[in-house]
Each structure stands twice: as structure tokens, then as C-alpha cells.
């Protein structure tokens, strides 16, 4: 059995954790109110985009365009979201799996990382990491989804890549938060035409369709990009508060166990104390 000593270090080095988790706790609510409110806020105008921009390639037929076909390098695009620091629970290990896990070979992938805790993961895990933009996930801006947006669809036009990948955490709840990997080019028009609803009217461009959609396409996807750092920040603040809820009530249940066993352990050294002192006096009468 641990001495009193130990028990005793043991629960002041708990309790010190504790805590701090419970600060840490304190601090990813605060934070995750301000993210939530700007996921929230936005949501509904990158909703809009997605519906439309779906409609419209749904009944645009047969276009040749080329964000409608893929280019002709094997290589993929990912845009990786995930956090710069850890304790998080599985916010960061689970878009590292969604990415190893994609069937997406390391060799034709090439990585976007935005965040630090996914770019060293696949760094490792032996994934080429093309860019780096950590510094964009402490506090993303529109400017920021525009630069990242400008740099995969340069790639893409310019043919160093074929396909272009977005891999986030969506947001529902404080409490539930969904990996997801998407494709964001090149545009599938038969998987957005399940968005577009059962209209089937023709789409006619003004000017033409190739201006048309070299305008309307890159918005399209800076706005995904955009509203995927929003609700990653606010999954991230999320999965933070709750991991440090948790562990703060497990740091109070081991508290509660140490301080258990500490009493009990100071009441048998009373006890053995009491019988030596009855025991000696019994043999000096």
C-alpha cells in the first residue's frame, strides 16, 4: 500500500491538473461562443452559394469547361483543416484518418495543411506537404480562403493537379462535429444535381457560359473553403471544451479515490500507533 506521503503528492499533482483544465475549459467556452456565433452567421449565405451554384450546373447540360473535367495529372489536391494545438480529443486524429483512410495514395497526394497538428501527422506518415497555412486557422479570414483558393486553382488550371479535395470538421452541435472530405473540383455536375431540386429548366449564361462559369466557380469554392475554416474553428473549440470537461471530472473522481485511500491509510498508521502505545503499556504493568 502507497504511503500517506505518496497518496499526498499524488492528489496536490492531480489537483494541480485539474486545475488547469478546468481554466482550459473555461477558456475554449469563451472561445467556442465567438466561433459558433461566426459559423452560425455565415452558414446560411455558403448554403446559398452551394444550392445555387448546384442548380445552376444541373440544368447547364453538357458544358465543356475546365472546372467540369479533371486534368490530366494523377495528382490530388487536399486542403487539410485541423488545429494548431492538441487536447482536443479525436478533432485532429480523426481528419488524419479520414485523409489515410480516403484511398487517396500517398504518392499522387499532395497536402494543403492548414493547421499544424494534421501537417506534422502526415508529414510522418510520409505525405508531400505542398503549403502551409497554420497561421490561418487562429483566426481565418475571408482573405485567407481566397489565398488558398487562388494557389489549388492555379495548380489546377496549370495541370499540376487533377482533382481538388476539402477535408474539415463540419459543425452541428457543441457537442457533435463531422469529419468530412469533399471534392471540390473538378464540379460533378450529376452529384450537385441531387441539391438542385426537381426544376428542370434550362440555364442560359449571360455573356457566355465559359465567362460565366470562370467567374462563378472560384467563388464557389473560396466560399466552401471559407465556411469550412468557420465551422472547423468552432469544432475545434467545441471537441477542446469537452475534453477538458471531461477531464476535469475524471481529475475529481481520482481526488475523491486518493483522498478515500489517504484517510484510510491515516487512520490504520492511528490505529497501529494506538495499539503499539496500548501494547507497551500492557507490558510494562
Known amino acids: 500500500m502507497a504511503s500517506m506521503r505518496d497518496i499526498k503528492r499524488r492528489r496536490d499533482s492531480i489537483q494541480s491538473t485539474g486545475q488547469i483544465t478546468k481554466a482550459m475549459k473555461l477558456v475554449s467556452t469563451v472561445k467556442l461562443q465567438k466561433a459558433k456565433g461566426k459559423a452560425e452567421s455565415t452558414k446560411p449565405y455558403f448554403d446559398l452559394m452551394y444550392e445555387t451554384v448546384s442548380s445552376m450546373l444541373a440544368k447547364s447540360g453538357n458544358i465543356n469547361h475546365k472546372f467540369l473535367k479533371a486534368g490530366t495529372s494523377s495528382k490530388k489536391a487536399l486542403i487539410v483543416i485541423t488545429a494548431n494545438r492538441g487536447l482536443a480529443g479525436g478533432y485532429n486524429t480523426n481528419i488524419t484518418k479520414l485523409i489515410t483512410n480516403s484511398g487517396i495514395s500517398k504518392e499522387d497526394a499532395v497536402i494543403y495543411a492548414v493547421g499544424r497538428k494534421g501537417k506534422e501527422v502526415l508529414e510522418r506518415k510520409g505525405y508531400t506537404i505542398k503549403a502551409d497555412y497554420s497561421d490561418v486557422i487562429n483566426e481565418p479570414i475571408y482573405t485567407d480562403a481566397r489565398e488558398i483558393c487562388d494557389e489549388v486553382l492555379r495548380a489546377f488550371t496549370e495541370e499540376e493537379i487533377g482533382e481538388i479535395y476539402l477535408a474539415y470538421t463540419s ?56 465556411g469550412a475554416l468557420m465551422e472547423s474553428v468552432a469544432s475545434e473549440n ?15 473522481e481520482m481526488i475523491s479515490d486518493l483522498s478515500l485511500k489517504f484517510n484510510r491509510a491515516r487512520q490504520a498508521s492511528i490505529t497501529q500507533e494506538l495499539t503499539e502505545i496500548i501494547s507497551g503499556a500492557n507490558a510494562i504493568e
Do not use: W
Not at 426537381?198 to 473553403?225: F, H, Q, R
Not at 467545441?238 to 475529481?252: F, I, L, V, Y
Open 171 to 226: 459543425f452541428k452541435n457543441t457537442v457533435v462535429h463531422i469529419p468530412k472530405l469533399i471534392r471540390l473540383l473538378p464540379v460533378d455536375p450529376a452529384a450537385v444535381a441531387e441539391h438542385a431540386g426537381g426544376d428542370d429548366t434550362p440555364m442560359n449564361y449571360e455573356p457566355e457560359e465559359e465567362e460565366a462559369l470562370n467567374m462563378i466557380i472560384p467563388k464557389y469554392v473560396c466560399s466552401l473553403i471559407y
Open 238 to 252: 467545441g471537441a477542446r471544451m469537452q475534453a477538458m470537461d471531461n477531464a476535469t471530472s475524471n481529475a475529481e
